[in-house]
């Protein structure tokens, strides 16, 4: 469950008895008494509504003054009951066989979840005790309420009693969507042709290997993972999850770091779906049992995009994830990431220095490859021998040497690293530093005419400084060869489309220091950014130089307080400060800067 407001922790709202309220404005007053609307936009939006058959909740959420969230923690307290939002819900199925569609719609309600003859019902209006008891009869259990908005119960209906329209009919024209699979040999020339080596297989394997679908079915997996795919592509995921439940096959997109429900596909065409992309991404469509990997590339109208694929078993069969590799979508500028400021020009300063090594530091997700990529799409036009070691390789760079490690064959980072230090490069690019002996390599390549870029997964740029300590590197050989360290993160943007201002809570004041600003901004939801207020995300950095004043502090071992002075002295400002500077510009959100700093 996305969101849900009890009503315990707002018991400090001053309730008033409904005598004293005008008809229907019960839930504009606990919005006015929590500072969340202004009377002026009350008046209008009861004037309006009268224009409309909606609620008001939903007409103050269509004029644009308040946000999905205040209106459901409103209501929740005007009606009583826990409040939930839908998009992004998942719902159980067994919920939804429980509550027949025509009463669901008639009424408004969206079955959440079945514990034993308790169902939990998302509904508009729950103190309708008609629709209630017609629950109750339909599904012949409990119900519990849970108050949701109206639109996204409509948007809710759609997606969970229509659980098939991701399949495609054998008969419908197929979307605009054509596959070249990649050759095998391209990417991996040490690696057997897997359908090949499918034949010495065992007699069992063999039988599965011939499995073979109807002609109807295997068009309807061929037509559904085109629409999948040009679906993912339109928008705009980072990844999509496929994934073997008892029931049916789910389809999840991830989209801007938070996961998406897309639909579910029924268990008759899920195996047929899972093979097409299988063989579509050079796997061994007989192995089901092992993990595999393999690539595909797609071009959707004029995009190409490359696609990384996996495939997991799970105790109710593979689970398929995969990574949108999309050339034309990766921003490779320093600006376009949210770089900016001084720092932006002190960190070009340093990668064009002939030597020393540039950490960039941050948690999975962050958007480290992305900054490793963009410094190094600025050198290339330098000329310099651009060498890198990844794992894997995702996203080709044009004017660079890009290899990846093969840990199996034992192929790691630090031998790699040695490796590309006999190819006579200038710039070296290490995909990540996770030994000290990459660590120990790393240094004394940047000690002898090279610059190298890495990534290490620490939470702060001081605090990298200590942990590379920790990792028994001596505090002269740390202070000569590091350069610089950034460390970064990535936050969604609010939609511009939807976006609207609240006037800053009293709670959270004080973080903003002397700045208080006069408003936040956050997205109320829209079609463009599909309900959730945010669009893209955008970069947070914070850079530490090493200064004269750093390296002594260094070498004699100080507290990270002191480091911390010692780089403040140098302009650096910390991550926490830039986050909040994107909240009073009105980028992003408090709580989308808590998520990311915690
Ligand atoms: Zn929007």
Redesign the pocket.
Known sequence: MAVVFRSAPLRAVPQRPPAMVRAGAALGQVLLDRNLITGEQLDFAVAHQRTTNRRLGQVLLDLGFTTPDAVLGALAIQLGVPATRLNGFTVSPAAVQSLPEKVARTHLAVPLKKIGQMLQVAIACPNDLLALDDLRFASGCQIQTFVALEDEIVEALERFYAPDTLEAAPEESTEAVLFEPIEFDRRDPDRPDRRQSARGRRKTDQSQAEEEFDEATELTAVRTVDRILSRAAGAGASDIHLERTPENLRVRFRVDGTFQDIGYISTAVAPAICARLKVLAGMDIAERRLPQDGRLTVSIGDRRLDFRASTYPTIHGEKLVMRVLDQGALKLELGALGMRGPLIDDFREVIRRPEGLVLITGPTGSGKTSTLYAALSELVETGKNITTIENPVEYELPGTNQGQINEKAGFTFAKGLRAVLRQDPDVIMVGEIRDSETLTTSIEASLTGHLVFSTLHTNGAIATITRLLDMGIEPYFLASGVQAIVAQRLVRRI?T??QTELPVPAGVRHLFGDDVPAALRR????T??RGT?F?GRVGIYEMVRMTADLRELILARASETRLLAAARQDRMSPLRDQCLDRVREGLTTLEEVVRVTQ
């Not at 997205?523 to 829209?526: I, Y």
């Open positions: 939609c489309h939807c997205g109320a939801g829209c463009e950014c207020g669009s």
